[in-house]
Nanobody, 119 residues
């Protein structure tokens, strides 16, 4: 029943922009922090961006800081990743992640969406 469905990936040219979306269902969305991870072929999975349940706090990897913006809409149960000034090294599969830590620790993952930055 829990679902995280990413969309918005595709092929873009260097310097271009893209917005990824992750539609969530099956859990109490506003109680979970949301994260975007990415993984390039042959490389470790990297935490790109994080946003708190209320949207009041965000953090970014140094590699994307100043270029990417994470946001969420707790009415639409959707988290976004706005990507600007894209570089070839941003090419990766981008994964949406939901995390809750308390008496239990819960984590959910989306299926991923491919972003390719190439001229």
């Amino acid at each position: 029943q829990v679902q995280l469905v990413e969309s918005g990936g595709g092929l873009v040219q260097p310097g271009g922009s893209l917005r990824l979306s992750c539609a969530a269902s099956g859990f109490t969305f506003n109680r979970f922090a949301m994260r975007w991870y990415r993984q390039a072929p042959g490389k470790e999975r990297e935490l790109a961006a994080h946003i708190s349940g209320t949207g009041g706090s965000t953090t970014y990897a140094d590699s994307v800081k100043g270029r990417f913006t994470i946001s969420r809409d707790n009415v639409k149960n959707t988290v976004y990743l706005h990507m600007n000034s894209l570089k070839p090294e941003d090419t990766a599969v981008y994964y949406c992640n939901a995390h809750w830590s308390g008496s239990l620790e819960l984590e959910y993952w989306g299926q991923g969406t491919q972003v390719t930055v190439s001229s």
